[in-house]
């Protein structure tokens, strides 16, 4: 049985809901985990990529990966870390050659099917450690190197040194203009490479970090944020004051801004830029607010104050339902108990009511009109 017929046969088999073991069983671990992934690739890819369960949460998602492909136009690169793939098949639709590295031959087999499908054929494929002299002396006519490099599942604090391969040895190493994907929790401090970064969110969520060499970097700003899939650029501009206005208390209008603004510090760029002031921060969600309606790619929703602030989100609740709010979205924190109660608060079915949202933080619940 071909690769393929035994993965449709393993997808069957998942979706009748035989358990994991069974499958396991009758085709082996590498096939439950093509299956798996074959199960969900549409949240990342247009194609049915091949590629292991724990590939895919690292994977470059596509529309990033053209996104990102553009700076290889007409020049001949180096992905050392490819992986399944996915970033260098992009880097290949628009460059004149690329080669596509990986020290495991179980992604290489993978990265050269995914090519494939993607109709990717100018790449050369190579099996080995993006640290040895061979693969130095094999890609010697790249005009520039690219890795994204493998990092711990989980860290208290990201570091350059963790990472493999890791970048500063790269640098070393290659003496090539470089592009780095470093985990976008990494503060700008542990950054030790001289570069400039590039903060990309995907439908307001931060997904990547890039950091480009000067001499091959897309843009002059030392960093910048872009919002996908839009294509929205937000950069830092050094003649405004790094401390940016800031609200006690929201005005007419409430914005859930893109997290890539917060993660690359441009809230003075976007304050400036689109006349607001920042009520709250935070990785997960920072608020911006304004007298009047303001318009903007980094606001990933606008709402219109209804009522509050309130102490407490139940009491933020207790009021939504009272104003005729269906099932409002919640931009808070929410613990799941809480989650809970929300759900026996106002159920799951769809009852005609105005779209609305709580917006809220420590102390500080809004109930809000989504517009
Ligand atoms: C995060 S994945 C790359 C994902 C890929 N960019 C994509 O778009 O799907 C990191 C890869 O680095 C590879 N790797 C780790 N250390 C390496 C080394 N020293 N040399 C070459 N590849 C390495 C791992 O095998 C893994 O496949």
Redesign the pocket.
């Known amino acids: 049985m071909g690769l393929d017929t035994q993965i449709s046969a393993a997808i069957r088999m998942i979706r009748k809901g035989r358990k994991k073991i069974e499958v396991v069983e009758r085709f082996g671990d590498e096939v439950y985990e093509l299956a798996m992934v074959r199960l969900k690739y549409k949240e990342k890819f247009k194609r049915p990529i091949y590629?292991p369960l724990s590939?895919f949460r690292?994977?470059?998602h596509e529309v990033v990966?053209r996104y990102r492909g553009r700076v290889a136009r007409e020049r001949v690169v180096a992905?050392?870390?490819?992986?399944?793939?996915?970033?260098?098949i992009f880097f290949a639709k628009y460059a004149e050659k690329v080669y596509a590295?990986?020290?495991?031959p179980r992604?290489i087999r993978y990265a050269r099917m995914n090519a494939r499908l993607y109709n990717a054929k100018n790449i050369e494929f190579i099996v080995?450690?993006?640290?040895d002299n061979r693969?130095k002396s094999m890609i010697y006519d790249a005009d520039f190197v690219f890795?994204?490099?493998?990092?711990p599942e989980s860290e208290r604090r990201r570091r350059l040194s963790t990472l493999?391969?890791p970048p500063a040895k790269i640098v070393e190493i290659y003496d090539k203009p470089y592009m780095f994907?470093l985990p976008p929790q990494i503060s700008a401090k542990e950054i030790t490479i001289n570069g400039r970064r590039e903060y990309i969110s995907l439908h307001g969520k931060i997904n990547r970090l890039t950091l480009y060499a000067p001499d091959i970097a897309p843009r002059n700003n030392d960093v910048w944020c872009v919002s996908l899939p839009r294509g929205a650029v937000l950069g830092k501009n050094d003649r405004i004051d790094r401390d940016y206005p800031r609200a006690s208390e929201a005005y007419e209008y409430i914005y859930l801004v893109d997290q890539a603004v917060y993660y690359a510090s441009l809230l003075p760029e976007l304050c400036k830029k689109y006349c607001v002031e920042v009520l709250s921060t935070g990785k997960r969600r920072t608020f911006a607010t304004s007298e009047k309606r303001k318009n903007s790619p980094f606001f990933v929703r606008v709402c219109r104050r209804l009522s509050g602030p309130y102490k407490t989100l139940e009491e933020a609740l207790r009021v939504a339902k009272s104003t005729g709010i269906s099932s409002p979205t919640i931009h808070a924190p929410i613990s799941p108990s809480e989650y809970w109660k929300v759900r026996g608060m106002f159920g799951t079915a769809k009852i005609k009511g105005l779209k609305g949202a709580i917006i809220g933080w420590k102390d500080n619940y809004y109930v809000c009109e989504v517009i």
């Open positions: 590629m590939g690292y994977a470059t990966a992905d050392l870390s490819c992986g399944c793939g996915m970033q260098a590295v990986d020290i495991d992604m080995g450690d993006a640290l693969i890795s994204d490099p493998s990092r493999s391969p994907d």
